[in-house]
């Protein structure tokens, strides 16, 4: 889908179909009404008659109106005009995409981002627009013998009453690049672990590379051997898949700016090892690379975006199996940090090989250091799919990602790493075991990482609830992208 967007009248705008917003209490939008006088008060007739009552997300398509040089008109409900929420344009967004898809129209203008929305500004809601145009376009069918027909809407204008500023172009090429991340997450997310192994993520990140000019290296299993990285490759026993480490470098800051290190769980299977998961829905684990995908797509983001910042990716790779190699519960292996560790449990894997990245990222001589992992079933069980589980060793560091995943509604929630959850850990044979028990599991999980990242500034996020959904609409979200590519932007600042 292209996005453009430039000052357009809404009864002068040729094209398959004209957007405009009408309140509950009937009155119209601007655009509306001016769509509503070359239209011989077709619009306010109709709102009088009671056929559109402006309730948030009502939509009413009218085909070919006379006086409107535009094949169709769609006419969206904004609730009352006093208080037009955050959420509320996303619902009008969401249902405005829902009908042109239905329609058969190729192009539309939508005259929707000059309305006020309180607390948010011109370019959040060009940047929705974009998101959710982008989202409502999105399918992953190309495995299937017969894909559906890509989608007919091709072309969306964005419309303004006044002529853009520079301001607002850039905003929206941003929105573009946050949109084309947000795609290659989850177009990773969704490819089976048979397709999306280690060496697949590998073969991505070197495309990635030469694309847009980043630095890659891949470290073999013979390396990672070499710098004493036993606890990741500890996960990957089990598996005839090859491990990889990766390594992403993008260069858009000065020279000698340290740089944001991004680190993405790369589970590309995770059958829970020996500790054997139960059968139900285990098809899910392919998402366990989610966070993999999720740096990957927010660097693809930035890069498209050239946003003038450091930063690197680190991404562990491996899949979890049970075989006669794999590891066993009750294996004690030394991780990369010297530490060692006693498996208790192989189905928590994603903490043994972050350890290792995360000990890795010093290197870097990091800012800042943030992973991102589909880590715990337990941060679902106390967050749902809405929030993303925030974890920090630095207050303002969580406060800034907090703000970023409010303001692209890609909430994130900040839990606890007090002191008291560390003994959970402590092992009778080795400096720490690898779970802490049922109680508080994604707390647990993040003070395991704790324990790797005491040199830098360093958040952790567990995406187990937000990176995929299940069931009917089964399929990667590309979360936590808008978060993590509005926190660097606000860091480019
Ligand atoms: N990848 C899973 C976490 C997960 C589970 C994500 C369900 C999304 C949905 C992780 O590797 C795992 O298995 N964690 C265990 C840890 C436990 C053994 C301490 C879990 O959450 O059950
Ligand atoms: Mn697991
Ligand atoms: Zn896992």
Not at 66 to 80: F, P, S, T, Y
């Amino acid at each position: 889908m292209e996005f453009s967007i430039k000052q357009s009248s809404s009864d002068k705008q040729r094209t398959g179909c004209v957007v405009v917003g009408v309140y509950a209490n009937g009155k119209l939008s601007a655009a509306a009404q001016i769509l509503d006088v070359a239209m011989q008060h077709q619009l306010s007739d109709l709102i009088a008659r009671g056929d559109m009552e402006g309730k948030v997300g009502q939509t009413l398509l009218l085909p070919h109106v006379a006086g409107c040089v535009a094949e169709r008109v769609l006419l969206v409900g904004l609730g009352k005009s006093s208080a037009f929420a955050a959420t509320q344009f996303v619902d009008v967004l969401r249902a405005v995409f829902a009908v042109l898809h239905k329609s058969n129209c190729k192009e539309a203008a939508l005259y929707l981002t000059d309305l006020a929305v309180s607390d948010r500004d011109e370019a959040w809601k060009i940047t929705q627009a974009v998101l959710v145009g982008a989202e409502s376009a999105y399918r992953c069918d190309h495995l299937k013998s017969k894909p559906a027909d890509a989608p007919i809407l091709r072309k969306v204008l964005l419309a303004c009453a006044e002529k853009p500023e520079a301001a607002a172009k850039a905003t929206l090429a941003q929105a573009v690049a946050v949109a084309h991340g947000m795609q290659l997450t989850k177009d990773l997310g969704n490819l089976p672990g048979n397709i999306c192994t280690p060496t697949y993520l590998a073969e991505q990140a070197k495309s990635l590379a030469k694309a847009y000019k980043l630095e890659v290296d891949v470290l073999e299993e013979k390396d990672m051997e070499k710098l004493g990285m036993h606890s990741l490759l500890s996960v990957t026993r089990g598996s005839r898949q090859p491990a990889k480490l990766i390594t992403l470098a993008y260069h858009g800051g000065e020279k000698k700016q340290k740089p944001i290190v991004l680190v993405g769980k790369g589970i590309t299977f995770d059958s829970g090892g020996i500790s054997l998961k139960p059968g139900a829905e285990m098809d899910e684990m392919k998402y366990d690379m989610c966070g993999a995908a999720s740096v990957l797509g927010t660097m693809r983001a930035i890069a498209e975006m050239g946003l003038k910042l450091n930063v690197v990716v680190v991404i562990p790779t491996c899949e979890n199996m049970p075989d006669g190699q794999a590891s066993k519960p009750g294996d004690i292996v030394t991780s990369m940090s010297g530490q060692s560790i006693e498996i208790l449990n192989t189905d928590a894997e994603g903490r043994l090989v972050l350890c290792d990245a995360l000990t890795y990222a010093a290197r870097f001589e990091p800012s800042t250091v943030i992973d991102v992992a589909t880590l715990t079933g337990a941060c679902v069980i106390a967050l749902g799919h809405v929030a993303t589980g925030l974890f920090s060793n630095q207050d303002d560091l969580a406060q800034e990602l907090l703000a970023a995943g409010q303001y692209t509604q890609d909430r994130a929630w900040q839990m606890p790493l007090w002191e008291e959850y560390q003994p959970l850990l402590d092992s009778n044979f080795a400096d720490m075991q690898n779970i802490g028990g049922r109680a508080g599991g994604s707390i647990t999980a993040a003070c395991f990482l704790s324990r790797f990242t005491k040199e830098y500034r360093w958040a952790h996020l567990d995406i187990a609830g937000t990176a995929w959904k299940s069931g009917k609409d089964k399929g990667a979200t590309g979360r936590p992208v808008p978060l993590l590519t509005q926190y660097l932007m606000q860091q480019a600042k």
